[in-house]
């Protein structure tokens, strides 16, 4: 379900790329539409399943309460479990909303260029012809005209206008970001034309609109950026969306945090888009390759991300764990948990813990040097458990 569900997300991306700068048309709609009602099916057979999930989980949860001999771990790994089904069915919601309200906003477009007016409109060249040939079916002509063309004009003067006060008004409500409240000398009105320029372009080119950049922009200063390393972090962070298919700002949100959890927040805009870069392709390809995606990571992160950077692992190294992790039904902040309780005993490791991984062919001098990495440990754990049960393994 995973797969046909990114499958679709890709297909609705070439469509939006191959329709872009074109001009709106029935039949490029009713294409946008049909995949989109693909996609909904496939988000109600992917709620079903993880609410039967929840279910299971829940009475799991109430069966080991009810038991005189289920031990508190056996409740709390239930309770978690629980917990993820709950988080992924909510997920998986949100972006069924999202589809929905996405294909009401196309219905309502496609009844308008239906209607014989918005035709008439649109075939302005014809006008002469097509008024004459109409004129007998209208009680008067001037008034008429008047109410069924003109009217709409000024509405559409209004809404422009509008849009673009919402607009200016989001770039200025900036300034007191960038300057911490201090006064906005030349130097910051400058900075907020980059960024209104670079707002305008990036809608254009990545098919989101200003206010959701505006947003996202917004709230990487909030965090601490300044002009230039938003400037720099935010075309990679407008990239992975459109390749990997998550919500805008889902995308910004997890790309941020991770980049300071690991270390990569710069001062310069070269340096932002070369990490933020480095951030978006890890996390992009192991949504794409996997079943995880950039909210689950984003969860996994927080809990992880600190420990693994303290630990000298790699972000791709991190990433990919989680998203091995997620395959087997471990996603979100239970794969975050798992993964920095396991680096902790490398860490920190008791003296159980250290004949433990010695019996594994693991040194924890080693791995605490750099010498040995997560890769080379999961290698050792695999070759040195051949021939183990599960049980066995688990116990150890």
């Not at 559409?156 to 409500?173: E, L, P």
């Not at 990679?236 to 270390?263: C, I, P, R, W």
């Amino acid at each position: 379900m995973n797969s046909s569900i990114k499958a679709t997300a890709a297909e609705l991306r070439a469509q939006d790329a191959a329709f872009k700068g074109s001009e709106k048309s029935i039949n490029n709609m009713r294409s946008t539409y049909d995949t989109l009602s693909r996609q909904s099916k496939n988000y109600q057979a992917q709620l079903q399943k993880q609410r039967e999930r929840y279910d299971e989980n829940s009475k799991a949860v109430e069966r080991l309460n009810k038991s005189e001999t289920a031990s508190q771990e056996e409740i709390n790994r239930a309770t978690k479990l629980q917990a993820n089904a709950a988080s992924q069915y909510n997920r998986t919601a949100a972006a069924a909303a999202q589809n929905e309200n996405r294909m009401a906003a196309l219905r309502k477009e496609i009844a308008l260029q239906s209607d014989g007016w918005t035709k008439v409109s649109n075939g302005a060249s014809k006008f002469a012809s097509v008024t004459e040939k109409t004129s007998s079916k209208l009680t008067s002509f001037g008034s008429t005209m008047t109410r069924a063309v003109t009217a709409p004009i000024a509405i559409g003067f209004v809404a422009a206008a509008k849009s673009a006060i919402d607009f200016n008004s989001q770039i200025q409500a900036m300034g007191p970001l960038l300057t911490n409240g201090g006064a906005i000398t030349a130097k910051y009105r400058a900075q907020l034309d980059q960024l209104a320029s670079a707002s305008k372009k990036w809608s254009v080119e990545y098919g989101i609109s200003t206010a959701a950049i505006n947003d996202g922009m917004s709230e990487m200063i909030k965090r601490g950026y300044i002009a230039a390393q938003t400037l720099g972090a935010m075309p990679a962070v407008l990239n992975a969306a459109k390749a990997s298919g998550d919500d805008f700002n889902d995308v910004m949100h997890v790309s941020t945090s991770v980049l300071e959890q690991f270390g990569l927040k710069t001062e310069s805009t070269t340096g932002m888009l070369k990490n933020t870069s480095r951030v978006t392709d890890a996390l992009t390809y192991i949504a794409n390759a996997t079943a995880a995606g950039f909210q689950d990571m984003g969860e996994a992160m927080t809990y992880v991300g600190p420990s693994a950077h303290a630990a000298g692992i790699s972000l791709e190294e991190t990433a990919a764990a989680i998203g091995i992790m997620s395959n087997k039904g471990i996603e979100g902040s239970v794969a975050g948990t798992a993964l920095r309780g396991a680096l902790t005993r490398l860490l920190k490791p008791s003296k159980q813990n250290i004949e433990g991984f010695s019996e594994l062919g693991i040194s924890v001098a080693d791995f605490k040097k750099g010498t040995l990495t997560l890769p080379e440990i999961l290698d050792k754990i695999k070759n040195n458990t051949k021939g183990w049960t599960d049980q066995q393994r688990v116990l150890q």
